[in-house]
C-alpha cells in the first residue's frame, strides 16, 4: 500500500511578507510536510530519550563511552565520504544570521566557508525564517544587493570564485516553528522547515554552481539524533532526485553526552559526514545542564575563565581532532568573536593577538579550519592557519595517535584553580540582559562588550547563575550567591542601562521583559532544557 499523501501545512498568526510566495511554493511544503510526517514522530521519541538520560545523569554524576558501540569504535576500516571539492579547505569559517547585508558580506569576507546560521544567531521571527531563505536564493542567483538606509554605502556580491562556501545551520531538534503547522493542528520541527525550505530550492541550484547542500546540525545529543538527521538525507536527496551523497554535514559536538558518541556520530553519518566542530558556549551549557546537581565538583568558574586550554576542553578538544582525522573528517575549532572597535585601536591590538594566540594553538592542534565572526578577524586566522597548512587543504594527515582521554578527563571541571567571581556574577547577569532584550526584537547575533554574542551566551550566563546559586557558591568577595543577590544585582543593571541610553530608547525596547526573563530562567526550581523554549512564547512576529 502506497504511503498516504501528506497533509497540507497551514500558516497560521503570520503577516504576510514580501516574496514569500517564491519561499513558501506549494511543492516546497508538500516536502516539508512529508519530512514532517515521517520524521517528527521519531524526533519525539529522541526528545524523550533526551530526558531520561539526564536523570540517569543525575542519579550517577557520571558519563562513559558507550559499551553497546564498542565494535564501531574499534573497527579501523571504515571512512567517512572523501570530502567534496567545495569542501575540501575550511581553514577559515566566517559565522552569521542570514540577513541580506551579513549574506553579502559573508560571502565576500575571504573566508573559505560561511556558516549561514537559521540558529543561535537568528530570533526565529518568521520574517527571519523566511527571508533568510530568501536572501540564500537570491545570492546563488546572483539577485542580491544592498544599500545600508544610515550610511547610503552600497554592497553587491563579488565573482562566484571569491565567494566562500555556504554551510546552512537550522534549528536543533527541540525547537518548533509556531507558524507551520498539520492538519491536527501539530506544529513542524523548525529544523525541518529550515533544511527542507532550502534544500527543496536550492539543492540542484548548489550543484549547478559546482557545490552542494551542506550544513551544520547543532545541539546533538547523541548518535541516535545523527542518525535521525542522515535518514532525512537520504530521504531528501531520493525526493528531489540527486545522488546519494551529495549532503554534506558537520556536527557541532556542543553537548557533553556528544563528546563521548564523536566516532558513533561520524560513523551514522558517514556517507554524509564532512566533519566536527568544537565549541564553548554551548559545550559548557550542556556541562552545567547536565552536572547541575553534582555538587561542587561540577560547579563552573566564571564563563570567561574557562578558555579552551582548561584541561577538561583541551581533553575534548584534542580528542575531537583525533576522531576526526582517523575517520577522514574535518576538525573545525571554536569561535573568535572580538568585534573589531573603529574608535580605540589599543583595544584591537590586544584583542587580535588573543586571537592569533587562539589560532594558532588551534592549527598547532592538527585542527584543520576554524571560525570567526567577523571579516576582519578572517586574515587573522588565515594566516595562523596558512603557517601550518602552506599549500595543503587540510592536515588529516596528522592523526594525533599521541592523544589518550580517558572518560573522566571530559568531566574533570575541578581541575580547573578558577573560582566563581563577583565580577563574573555581574557580567553574566550584563550579558544575559543585554542578549535576551535584542532577541525578543528579532536579533540573534548581538555585539556586546566588543564581542559578538549569540543565544549560546544567554544559555551559559542563566545557567551559571542557576548553579551558583543552587550549590550555594561563595564568591572571592565573600557574598554566598542567592535568588536575592541575582535580583539585586539584575536590578542595578537595569538601572544602569536605562542611564546608558536613556529614557527614550529604554522605554521604545524590551529591557524589562527581558530582566524578568532573565531572573525566571536564572531562578526557578525547575530548570528550563532551553532558555529559547520560554523566549520564543514571548517573541513577537
Known sequence: MSAPAPSPLAIVDAEPLPRQEEVLTDAALAFVAELHRRFTPRRDELLARRAERRAEIARTSALDFLPETAAIRADDSWKVAPAPAALNDRRVEITGPTDRKMTINALNSGARVWLADFEDASAPTWENVVLGQLNLIDAYTRNIDFTDPGSGKSYALRPNDELATVVMRPRGWHLNERHLVDANGAQVPGALVDFGLYFFHNAQRLLDLGKGPYFYLPKTESHLEARLWNDVFVFAQDYVGIPQGTIRA??????????????????????????????????????????????????????????????????????????????????????????????????????????????????????????????????????????????????????????????????????????????GLVNAVQVGIRYIEAWLRGLGAVAIFNLMEDAATAEISRSQIWQWINAGVVLDNGEKVTADLARKVAAEELANIRAEIGEEAFASGTWQQAHDLLLKVALDEDYADFLTLPAYEQLKG
Open 250 to 423: 558537520t556536527v557541532l559536538i556542543e553537548t557533553i553526552t556528544a563528546a563521548y558518541e564523536m566516532e558513533e556520530i561520524l560513523y551514522e553519518l558517514r556517507e554524509h559526514a564532512s566533519g566536527l566542530n568544537a565549541g564553548r558556549w554551548d559545550y559548557l551549557f550542556s556541562i552545567v545542564k547536565n552536572f547541575r546537581d553534582g555538587g561542587a565538583k561540577f560547579v563552573l568558574p566564571d564563563r570567561n575563565a574557562v578558555t579552551m586550554t582548561a584541561p577538561f576542553m583541551r581533553a575534548y578538544t584534542e580528542l575531537l581532532v583525533r576522531t576526526c582525522h582517523k575517520r577522514g573528517a574535518h576538525a573545525i575549532g571554536g569561535m573568535a568573536a572580538f568585534i573589531p572597535s573603529r574608535r580605540d585601536p589599543e583595544v584591537n591590538k590586544v584583542a587580535f593577538e588573543k586571537v592569533r594566540a587562539d589560532k594558532d594553538r588551534e592549527a598547532n592542534d592538527g585542527f584543520d579550519g576554524s571560525w570567526v565572526a567577523h571579516p576582519d578577524l578572517v586574515p587573522i586566522a588565515m594566516e595562523s592557519f596558512d603557517k601550518i597548512l602552506g599549500d595543503k587543504p587540510h592536515q588529516k594527515d596528522r592523526l594525533r595517535e599521541d592523544v589518550d582521554v580517558r572518560a573522566e578527563d571530559l568531566i574533570a571541571i575541578d581541575s580547573l584553580e578558577a573560582k566563581p567571581t563577583y565580577g
